[in-house]
């Protein structure tokens, strides 16, 4: 089976903010109907990515490259992290204010408003002002009006940062819809559960390069592949790194990862007892994504 044409590709880009170099050399392909997610660290890229793909800042070097019949920029939708709406005006002013900003048909855009309005759950909010919605609403109105002209690309920029969980639920299932109608997704976002459990691959961006980009699967097996994660707790507080375990900071938890489970726990439990540490718990656990993480980018995700 032929594999599928990327529908976006972003070669070899390069950014620099002053000193700082942003992007260095980063190459990612998004093909239609696909949510990828973009995992790093803060200061790996990610924004400064979605804000050159938008349009709102130029790359240095490098090249975006967009498959054939795809019209960029109308072929695009731009969620960013923070609420991009006009505050001032109502929901169905929103939408028909960006109607138009992407030349959608006239004599489409009523029917299209009425639809966006009921696909966000804000159908009895329609005549409301902006700045009386929580932020989940706000958010699922900046959806519904970034995708308002049907483009084949979306790219959302934490999409769920400081919404209640309800509002978070829904704006997945909206995600979900989009990609059902082959919308090709690009979600950057801090929530490795989102990652884990909600993209089609992901790609985890560190310095400015694509570090991994896969399946979930593919990224375990790449990376700790068949290794399990050791928890151990203990009753007291420890020094146990030089035990080959890295230290929460209460100081009585411990991890590694294991390649062989019978040999490498039975060596460790026996030094911790020769040296009178006491043990409580001993967990042995599958690899996650976040395990994926911190042995690519050597920080938590949030770092």
């Not at 989102?194 to 961006?205: L, N, P």
């Not at 990376?223 to 420890?238: A, D, K, N, S």
């Not at 540490?277 to 690899?287: E, I, K, S």
Request: with cysteine; charged share 20%; glycine share 8%.
């Amino acid at each position: 089976m032929p594999l599928p044409t990327a529908i976006l590709s972003i070669q070899a880009a390069e950014k620099s903010h002053g000193k700082t170099r942003a992007l260095r050399g980063l190459s990612l392909d998004l093909f239609p109907g696909e949510l990828l997610g973009l995992l790093g660290p803060n200061g790996a890229g990610k924004t400064s990515l979605i804000r050159c793909l938008a349009g709102r800042s130029r790359l240095d070097k490098g090249a975006f490259t967009f498959a054939t019949g795809t019209d960029a920029p109308h072929s695009l939708g731009v969620v960013p992290q923070s609420i991009a709406v006009y505050q001032d005006l109502t929901a169905q002013q929103n939408l028909v204010a960006f109607g138009k900003l992407h030349a959608v048909d006239r004599h489409q855009l009523g029917e299209r408003v009425d639809q966006a309005l009921q696909w966000a759950n804000l159908t009895d909010r329609r005549h409301h002002l902006v700045r009386t919605f929580s932020g989940g609403m706000q958010r699922r109105l900046n959806i519904a009006c970034s995708v308002l002209h049907h483009p084949a690309i979306l790219l959302l920029d934490e999409p769920t940062v400081g919404v209640d969980p309800q509002s978070r639920s829904r704006i997945y299932e909206m995600i979900d819809e989009l990609r059902d109608r082959g919308t090709a997704i690009l979600l950057t976002t801090h929530q490795l559960d989102e990652a884990q459990y909600r993209c089609d691959r992901i790609a985890i961006v560190d310095l400015g390069k694509v570090v991994c980009v896969g399946t979930l699967d593919e990224l375990i097996a790449s990376t700790v592949g068949h290794c399990q994660l050791l928890r151990i707790r203990f009753q007291h507080v420890v020094d146990a790194t030089r035990y080959g375990l890295s230290m929460d900071d209460s100081g009585t938890t411990g991890t590694c990862v294991i390649s062989d489970p019978a040999t490498q726990l039975a060596e460790i439990l026996t030094s911790l007892d020769r040296d009178q540490h006491r043990v409580g718990q001993v967990l042995l656990q599958q690899p996650t994504l976040e395990d994926v993480f911190l042995h690519l980018t050597g920080k938590e995700l949030r770092e």
